[in-house]
């Protein structure tokens, strides 16, 4: 979980900052602490290694042949702890990046140390790719590695509050984003550079973020495409003039279905509240598989009450646990593909990992089963193959088609 801390900066960092009063002549350099306060600061910052997410690195290890990431990282300057390289081991085997008994990437791994981005945003690439959406599957990928383009001038959050709520879209600030991104291409495209700033300035976007989307999203798509996954036929309809709100229902589920293949486990049940008070809004608060968190103020199911799961991009904490970027998504994205199944015969339930539950007669949920060795082998042969095609192949067709009719 990320923390933003505040923390006193290291006598290395407050030295490095006096340098800058005298680069062009004799300077000052005024301290806003005592010296007493300077003596007790740390002398280097913590090194990132120590800091960050290592899935990435074991990845990159695993690539280079250098043996397992716990021995490799040991002999580091600043070696993490072995619980760290742990959780950041197993995140890479519930994503299928890795074997389950020995560190060596699967064919889903190799594609991933490719791409430089999250492990997870990158298997959400591959499967937008397979699934024949990767056009706004990457334009949601360069919003989870930029920044939001939403905008919150001071003195004026209400009225950017209103503008984001009037782009949003089926209960999910990612296609919130990519809404409000169909609507700036397409100002872009037929009224030129007036229209798209009165856009932007009318939705509260920031017109910079909004360009450098679209840099990243291109290179990302060109990513994916070099490693072999040319897009499917069935990507075409997500391109060119676009107008916003125009998403079918069908279109919708399969892209809430390869966020939930990329994100999980990022997944929470939200505690549905009932008000006394119809006009009182109150919190979503979400029982994660660590706990409750609150979806974060920001986000367009800041105050949602349903039954229902919610997937979520970023848990953070400040004064409490927060879950940033949520979409509220349907069981059968995470049941084809979440964690590990377990049928439950005799309470006729559905577990996965052993913490999300669904009720279902035992033969739907033995199907299921049987339907995730299905995809799994379709999607191994593809990841041995990106050249493969998968256009008529009709395992892939049944389950497209049974995400986009889920809810009919």
Not at 138 to 163: H, N, Q
Not at 180 to 197: D, F, H, T, V
Request: glycine share 6%.
């Amino acid at each position: 979980m990320s923390s933003l801390v505040e923390t006193f900066v290291s006598k290395a960092s407050a030295l490095q900052r006096q340098g800058r009063a005298g680069r062009v002549r004799d300077g000052f350099c005024f301290r806003m602490y005592t010296r007493e306060r300077f003596e007790g600061f740390m002398d280097y910052s913590v090194p990132e290694i120590l800091r960050v997410p290592l899935e990435e690195l074991c990845l990159h290890i695993m690539k280079c042949n250098l043996g397992s990431p716990e021995d490799f990282l040991s002999k580091a300057l600043d070696p993490p702890q072995l619980q760290v390289i742990s959780n950041a081991m197993n995140l890479l085997r519930k994503i299928g990046a890795c074997e389950l008994n020995e560190p060596k990437l699967t064919p889903l791994g190799q594609h991933l140390a490719a791409l430089p981005v999250n492990v997870k945003i990158g298997k959400m690439l591959i499967f937008g790719a397979i699934f024949g959406c990767l056009d706004p599957v990457a334009t949601l990928a360069a919003v989870m590695t930029e920044k939001s383009p939403f905008t919150t001038p001071i003195g004026r959050k209400d009225e950017a509050d209103l503008a984001k709520s009037a782009l949003a879209m089926a209960d999910s600030d990612h296609l919130t984003i990519y809404n409000a991104y169909l609507g700036w291409k397409k100002a872009r495209q037929e009224g030129g550079y007036r229209s798209e700033i009165t856009y932007c300035r009318r939705n509260f976007l920031n017109r910079t973020s909004l360009l450098t989307l679209e840099d990243v999203k291109q290179e990302l798509i060109k990513l994916v495409k070099a490693a072999g996954f040319s897009s499917s036929t069935t990507s075409t309809s997500w391109e060119g003039n676009r107008a916003p709100q125009t998403l079918s229902f069908q279109e919708i589920a399969l892209l809430k279905a390869v966020l939930v293949a990329g994100l999980y486990d990022n997944v929470g049940k939200i505690i549905y509240t009932k008000s006394v008070d119809v006009t009182e809004k109150l919190a979503c608060i979400v029982e994660t598989a660590q706990g409750k968190a609150q979806v974060h103020p920001s986000s367009v199911n800041r105050d949602l009450q349903t039954h229902g799961w919610l997937l979520y991009q970023e848990k953070i904490r400040y004064a409490r646990v927060y879950l940033r970027e949520t979409t509220l998504i349907t069981p059968f994205p995470v049941l084809l593909f979440g964690g590990d199944i377990e049928v439950q015969h005799r309470e006729r339930l559905l577990s996965i990992d052993g913490w999300i539950y669904f009720q279902a007669p035992v033969k739907i949920a033995v199907i299921f089963k049987q339907l995730r060795v299905l995809i799994d082998s379709v999607l191994r042969k593809k990841l041995e193959n990106p050249k493969m095609s998968l256009e008529n192949d009709r395992i892939l067709q049944i389950i497209t088609e049974l995400i986009k009719t889920e809810n009919n």
